[in-house]
């Protein structure tokens, strides 16, 4: 089994920024599984935001977020991280954190195997 536990959610103004960590954890957690990060939205379907492959090469985007955010993870300390800075009211949601063992798992939820609670992000105008 894998745990995915996300943190440093909050409320935060337009224009600013936060940053969000998943710490994964388990038996057969491996550093070779590739790791993204979703958000849904009240009334929405569950998004893609950002992914990144194990050796933390390969990186996407969502075109929304796109230069704006930036994915990153700690293979010592089995963290995933979200950095996420100018910040719109668009971006409020739950972040989930996300785990694939595929290496190089992609921008489908169908991808990922393992899946954290979520942590809400709001950015007030």
């Known amino acids: 089994q894998v745990q995915l536990v996300e943190s440093g959610g909050g409320l935060v103004q337009a224009g600013g920024s936060l940053r969000l960590s998943c710490a994964a954890s388990g038996r057969t957690f491996s550093i070779y599984y590739g790791m993204g990060w979703f958000r849904q939205a009240p009334g929405e379907e569950r998004e893609f935001v950002a992914r990144i492959s194990w050796m933390s090469i390969n990186t996407d985007y969502a075109d929304s977020v796109k230069g704006r955010f930036t994915i990153s993870k700690d293979n010592a300390k089995n963290t995933l991280y979200l950095q996420m800075n100018s910040l719109k009211p668009e971006d409020t949601a739950i972040y989930y954190c996300?785990?694939?063992?595929?290496?190089?798992?992609?921008?489908?939820?169908?991808?990922?195997?393992?899946w954290g609670q979520g942590t809400q992000v709001t950015v007030s105008s």
């Open positions: 996300a785990a694939s063992s595929n290496p190089n798992a992609r921008t489908m939820t169908s991808a990922y195997d393992y």
